[in-house]
């Protein structure tokens, strides 16, 4: 049974940083996606960042380009992403997702696997 755990949210200044973790059991593939996303009051989830477990190549959306970096552990288990120069407008529940196949992008879609979320808050 897979499971996804996020941790490190918080509350933080503009351009202050903030690191996220996610703990993966039951979940391990050379040919899965892995990836984070957010969901605003009243918006939609966005993809953030994802990463391709075979290769590590990853995907940025335009808004976080340059600010956040998403990074795998395979001996732990873990994924994690590095938001430095925070913005109000990041402020949002982040969440972890995973699944499998080579298709791994911002773009994609299809995670069947997904952590109950952590709040990130930015105040101006």
């Known amino acids: 049974q897979v499971q996804l755990v996020e941790s490190g949210g918080g509350s933080v200044q503009t351009g202050g940083s903030l690191r996220l973790s996610c703990a993966a059991s039951?979940?391990?593939?050379?040919?899965?996606?892995m990836a984070w996303f957010r969901q605003a009051p009243g918006k939609g989830r966005e993809a953030v960042a994802t990463?391709?477990?075979?290769?590590?190549?990853?995907d940025y959306a335009d808004s976080v380009k340059g600010r956040f970096t998403i990074s795998q552990d395979n001996a732990k288990g873990t994924l994690s992403l590095q938001m430095n120069s925070l913005k109000p407008e990041d402020t949002a529940m982040y969440y972890c997702?995973?699944?499998?196949?080579?298709?791994?992008?911002?773009?994609?879609?299809?995670?069947?696997?997904w952590g109950q979320g952590t709040q990130v808050t930015v105040s101006s």
């Open positions: 039951g979940y391990s593939s050379d040919t899965g996606c």
């Open positions: 990463i391709y477990t075979g290769d590590g190549i990853k």
């Open positions: 997702a995973a699944g499998f196949g080579a298709y791994c992008s911002v773009r994609r879609s299809g995670f069947p696997y």
